[in-house]
């Protein structure tokens, strides 16, 4: 497996994103960022791509890259993670120990099978998650819950509640209004 890693800088503000990819340079791919992506697509006459490695040995040396940098913190990195973003094959899980896992989950395997919430419970839950909203600079949008905002961004929900936080390099503008 022969691929290789590459590093895009954005002229425009000097910020840059580290990435692998298995393929040759030529075959046309860009990235997967979702930072990355979104200014890409914005400006891709800004953009100027340079290969740092080409060989077998690339996801690993992404995931080196990064976290020498420790591109997740640099405020002029467009990189989320210090983690390479392409998996290798020997940590891909099958299909069919995906569903197996699926199946030890499903109804009695399922730690809240069988579990019922009081109505005392189920209010208090329902007060406690609309309790804030949340707005996203980089979207220009607000949303109702943290879950939302995480999947319009691509990122987890955990990873928006660091940022959001501050325990955590707030990339895209993260901030908790309390509701009236």
């Known amino acids: 497996m022969s691929g290789f890693v590459y590093k895009w800088t954005d002229s425009s503000n000097g910020m840059y994103y580290i990435g692998s990819h298995k393929g040759t340079p030529d075959d046309g791919y860009i990235g997967s960022g979702t930072w990355f992506s979104n200014a890409y697509k914005a400006r891709p006459e800004s953009f100027v791509r340079q290969i740092l490695y080409i060989g077998e040995h690339f996801v690993e040396l992404e995931g080196f890259i990064l976290q020498e940098l420790n591109a997740r913190l640099d405020d002029k990195s467009y990189n989320l993670t210090n983690r390479a973003s392409e998996i290798p094959e020997s940590k891909k899980y099958s299909e069919e120990r995906k569903k197996k896992w699926s199946k ?8 809240m099978y069988g579990k019922n919430h009081s109505e005392e419970s189920k209010r208090k839950i329902s007060i406690n998650k609309t309790k804030h909203i949340y707005f996203c600079e980089h979207t220009s949008k607000k949303y109702n819950s943290i879950g939302d905002l995480a999947l319009d961004l691509g990122i987890s929900k ?3 509640y660091t940022m959001c936080n501050g325990h955590d390099r707030n990339k895209y503008g993260i901030t908790k209004v309390e509701k009236k």
């Not at 030890?104 to 730690?111: D, P, Q, S, T, Y």
């Open 104 to 111: 030890e989950r499903a109804g009695k395997g399922n730690a």
């Open 158 to 160: 955990s990873y928006a």
